[in-house]
């Protein structure tokens, strides 16, 4: 009691939950805050990693949105394209896998999420596995063999090298692995919902499962929802080894796969331009922000 | 554009000067027009390009003569019908022949500087002499190669020969492509071949039948190669007559079958790239001109010279219908050039040779296109204004002249004449550079400015630190006292509600506390407006339409009919089903849907002034959005107006769209039989009329 009353004791008190936060503070500003802070920075530099950083204002980013053809022609439209049915189909998909495996009985349930989780996690193994030797631009690849025999086409598809497959060979691939962790989430979140709900809801007049699914299911795990379409966002926009592996270059073929991550591995690595790198990262980055923020505005909103 | 005005002033002027000069000189005219393609891609009369001067081998004895060559001051002509080859010394004057006791029929010839090429069908051969005519070497069809089938037959037609001594050999009825041979005469495979592209009934064969059937179907062979010629450049040039286009009717078809083509060295295409390009099904001949330009011959006497691109610079020639006027042909079999870029295609059956003379006008126009190919931008921009002053309608001038500016870094007077042409391209290319320097003059300015708002705005939340209490919307729980205007524009400021909540603000319009048939209609012309605008106020480079095709009447017809079909057959299909809402109903809900596109499509409008095909995506990603969305909007609109579930909206969304179907087809079938309707109504009248004064 007497320590509280003492200066000295007062201010540790106010103060000591700096302390606690301390090494949180220090980890998160090390390997979040100051790369991030430093990406912005360098974004309005032109920085070759050999020479020191040169400041020359917003020049890369008026480059970016207006000079760069390769940005606004392919990578925007892919990028936007690659999200709309990656982020969307692959959430949907998701809350569906997740819906009917809820429905099964434990056992067969943890064996096929675990089925379903595994190409996410294991993704670029599997990519040169299975999908490389279905798409393999030969005879002998299999979707090749299959179109061959059945004489649909008469010489073999490059399937992974033409600018018109490409795109959508990524999207199928991707939202075969997009049962990630928002999957997962809303698995968990849909098993937790109170079953009582659901014969109230019958007593109430619910006539099938769809309106179950409406009424009860969806609002009961609104969290769940919201994590699931914040992941999918996220990582749709910050994906980009799908259409590199796969093609087995970056630039990927007429840039027919080209995304902003493949952009930024592209400028960054590829030609060690990192300020330019750092600005286009800067612009991922304010994407990512407004669509979560989206996102977020779009379920909180109907809960009014 | 003032500057577009003094040229065409200046054009005029020069047509009147030209026209007296023509008078008095009697200039020749040609037999034929010659047309070009005008601004908006169709066919215009321009100034003679080529005039017919000199008839050769009037009366020199061929006799189905089949080729031509010229070679420094040597015609060659392969004089099928003798055996033989005719050889004419245009400054000496003297006929000389070479034969040979193993020569057939000789088709096709080529000379280079040591050699003398023949293609022969009849002999199935092609012999190699020297230029005196002395037989050196002969190629007949290559045994035992792994290359070429045994059942394939070898009948030459034409041969060429590029710088390295290859030798490309047109064979008849030779799908496969053309026969390449080596300087020895030893077959290297074929190269270029055509390629046959399915019909719709073979698409259908080859999924439903089964592979004996296919084997009882006819080989489905691409159509072969009709004839060639080398460019001094070593790339060869290929016409190729198709087999489907001459039974078409359909006129549209033969302009998508790229008959005429340029071959690199894997024997790709790389002459035009677009699919559409100004040609004729029926070229016999092709020749390969000094400015990368080339020409091609049809069998009806049609001459058709491209330029590097692959578009249209000049055409003219044609049949001589049952009289011998020069400058037509009864039947062309060849085409070639000589130094001077005279023309001279050989008439089969009347066994002899015309020449065509470039008048000052084609001389121009190729000196300009020469000095925009070579890079001399200023002498190009003098040559492109005289052709555009003599025809200030061409297209290929107006595109020439433009790109002689941009290349001096001219942009905005390049603009007016990619405009004129059409060429967004090149538009764009021009008006991205205009759009960079006023960029880098604006940005300093336009960052000050964002820091000096970013300050102020803070300095505003510092000082006045009460935040602004969200005001929560009552989505119109609360009845409206206020009549008259003020009332309109409570409900004009409603609309905005259905973007973010459309089942509430569906359901207060269809209550009749918000909203009013009024307001509906002044968003409906709001619409209309917006429509209008999308239509014709786009900037040029995303404006896909061509503005004078469309009559303000069609438009407006189109709107409203559609708007109005919707309405009544939504109201109709509804009422039979259960539907609750009513004719206004319906009407308020779909003019407030309207909303989206209202608010979208005139950014859209004024983006387009500052985007350039490059950014081009943003536009159209942008104005399917807000199509997208008000079609949402419509959707959930009929479910709240009729209180239907999701499958019922369906349903009457369908049924309706299948109502305004029927109605148009009903009201077409109407109009069709509309005369009919007033006569009978008419006999009748008269009927009655005349029993009555009876």
Redesign the interface.
Known sequence: MSRLHSARGRFIDRHSSMLLIAPYGFLFSLFIIIPVGAAIVLSFTYFNTIEPPDFI??SNY?NL???D?VF??YV??NT?LYAIFVGIGGYILSFFMAWTLAQLTKIPRTILTVIFYSPSMTGGVMLSTIWSVIFSGDKRGLLNTLLLKM?IIDDPVQWLQSGSFLMPIMITVALWSSMGVGFLAILSGILNVNQEYYEAGYIDGIKNRFQEIIYITIPSIKPQMLFGAVMAVVNTFKDGGTGVLLSGSNPTPDYAGQLIANHIDDYGFIRYEMGYASAVSVVLLVFIYIMSRVVGGIFN?SDE | MRKFRKIIAAAAVFCILACAACVTASASQGTTYTYTISNNGEWIRTQEAYVPSMVYFKDAGLSKPNDIFIYENFIYIADTGNRRIVVFDRDGGGYSYIENESFMSPMGLFVSDTRIYIADSGAEAVYITDRSGKLLQTITKPENSPLMSSMSIFKPLNVAVSREGNIFVVGEGSYDGLMQFSPDGEFQGYFAANKRNLTMLERIQEMLYTREQKEQLLTRKPSAIQNIDISSRDLIYSVTQSDEVKYSWVESISKTSNALKMHNMAGTNILSTSEFMDDEWNFVDVASGPYNNVYAVTYTGLIYEYDGNGDLVFSFGGRAVSNDRYGLFTYASAIDLDENSFIYVLDKERALVQVFVPTDFAVATHKAIYDLESGNYEDAEENWLQVLQLNGMSRIAHIGYGKSLMRQQRYSEALDHFKIAGDVGNYSESFWEIRQAAINRVMPFAVAAFFVLLVLVMVRQLVFKTRRKKVYSSYGLTGIESRGFKRLRIDIGYAFTILKHPADANYYLKKGTRGSVISATFLLLTAFAVYIADLLCRSFIFNVNNNSDLTPLMLTLLFFIVFFLFVIGNYMVSTINDGEGSLKNIYIMLCHSLMPYIIITPAVVILTYFLTVNEGFIISFLWTAGIIWSGALIFTGVMQVHNYSFRQSVKNIFLTLFFMVLALVVVAMLYLVWNKVTEFAGEIISEVSYRVKK
């Open positions: 204002g917003l008026i949105f207006t000079n053809s606004m022609q925007l439209p936007l004489d909103s």
